[in-house]
């Protein structure tokens, strides 16, 4: 299991001198805390909002789906087979961690996760590119409930 905070070490080259032409190397030790998903439902939309390191690792920080796209929704867990492409985004597969835009055959898929846990699934069809959005969140489960409420509404 990935523990929630990761420590990089960043290596940045600062110039000291132009004349010298040295390089000095400064370490930076910076602590990433994951699990920054939030949800947001709209009107007519869902709304899903990645801050922190889950937005840069992603490439993404927002993305809105119409609750008239969703055609399923429904909790289960997932494992990224090992020839899916990353498309734009970050893979470590031995860490179990996905953020971004992947292909598989010829369907996209949003992937944002960084545990082997349940995830909420969303199969969506009419709006964009992704045909499959596969989150982890504190709460799926009530997550579900509202989406699948809210979905029953706009079809009543």
């Known amino acids: 299991m990935v523990p929630d905070t990761i420590f990089f070490i960043l290596w940045f080259p600062i110039s000291v001198s132009a004349k010298m032409r040295m390089k000095v190397w400064i370490i930076i030790v910076s602590e ?36 008239k796209a969703i055609k399923k929704v429904y909790i289960d867990e997932y494992d990224p087979p090992m020839w899916m492409l990353k498309m734009l985004g970050t893979a470590i597969a031995p860490l179990h961690i996905y953020e971004g835009s992947f292909k598989f055959g010829n369907e996209w898929y949003f992937l944002s996760f960084e545990h082997n846990v349940p995830f909420l699934h969303l199969e969506i069809e009419g709006a964009g590119k992704y045909k499959y959005v596969i989150i982890e969140l504190e709460n799926p489960k009530a997550v579900m409930i509202e989406l699948r409420k809210r979905i029953r509404e706009l079809e009543a």
């Not at 939309?45 to 993404?60: H, N």
């Open 32 to 67: 990433v805390t994951f699990m920054t998903r939030k949800v947001h439902f709209d009107e007519e939309e869902f709304v899903l909002r990645l801050t922190g390191v889950e937005s840069i690792f992603a490439l993404k920080w927002q993305m809105k789906i119409p609750y």
